[in-house]
């Protein structure tokens, strides 16, 4: 059992940058052994997996289009996964999800926790 609680989204103007973060309760001393990842779902468009941790080895993934811009760190003590987003462009406004299962994957249907999701809009 994982409760995500997403946190950081807002607008921003291309070029600038927000943190993310999501709060994981509920079975927390599993949090060193699961994956967790950042999602993100604009309208008309099939959600997409944006970038991955396994929190065991600190191993990361990314996404082409966010390499080199976004970040994804872990802080064990406190439960709490990130996404730092650093020159954003408006094809990355979404609404952002948090997600973590035991193992990693891109298909966001085989993840089994879900956040509510936190919007991120970026103007032009």
């Known amino acids: 059992q994982v409760q995500l609680v997403e946190s950081g989204g807002g607008s921003v103007q291309a070029g600038g940058s927000l943190r993310l973060s999501c709060a994981a309760s509920g079975s927390a001393y599993t949090y060193g052994s699961y994956c967790m990842g950042w999602f993100r779902q604009a309208p008309g468009k099939e959600r997409e997996g944006v970038a991955l941790i396994y929190t065991a080895t600190g191993t990361t993934a990314y996404t082409d289009s966010v390499k080199g811009r976004f970040t994804i760190s872990q802080d064990n003590a406190k439960n709490t996964l990130y996404l730092q987003m650093n020159s954003l462009k408006p094809e990355d406004t979404a609404m952002y999800y948090c997600?973590?299962?035991?193992?990693?994957?891109?298909?966001?249907?085989?993840?089994?926790?879900w956040g509510q999701g936190t919007q991120v809009t970026v103007s032009s």
């Open positions: 997600a973590a299962d035991r193992a990693c994957a891109w298909a966001p249907k085989l993840w089994n926790y």
